[in-house]
């Protein structure tokens, strides 16, 4: 059974740091391709970036690179992202997710679950 809970979310100003944190069952966490996804109000929800159990990441948006940063804790389970440098852009519900690497295309998840989410605003 996946299990995942986010938490870490809140509010900052422009220029701010937050880290977001996300602990997986041991069983999601040892098989599953991990990582972070986010929507904005009126937008659609976009893939952030995606950890995979290699070691290797793969950051899907070109705005979060130099400032956004994803780490896994094996012991604790857990993936975290810290977000330095935050514009109200970055304003969004963050969700955890896991998924299964796609064998035909190299550091690809295929996602099926995602968790609540929690909410990141940044705002002078």
């Known amino acids: 059974q996946v299990q995942l809970a986010e938490s870490g979310g809140g509010s900052v100003q422009p220029g701010g740091s937050l880290r977001l944190s996300c602990a997986a069952s041991a069983s999601t966490y040892s098989s599953r391709c991990l990582g972070w996804f986010r929507q904005a109000p009126g937008n659609q929800r976009e893939e952030v970036v995606t950890?995979?159990?290699?070691?290797?990441?793969?950051y899907r948006q070109d705005s979060v690179k130099d400032r956004f940063t994803i780490s896994r804790d094996n012991a604790k389970n857990t993936i975290y992202l810290q977000m330095n440098s935050l514009k109200p852009e970055d304003t969004a519900v963050y969700s955890c997710a896991a998924g299964v690497p796609r064998l035909s295309v190299t550091l690809y998840c295929d996602y099926d679950f995602w968790g609540q989410g929690t909410q990141v605003t940044v705002s002078s």
């Open positions: 950890s995979f159990r290699s070691g290797r990441t793969v």
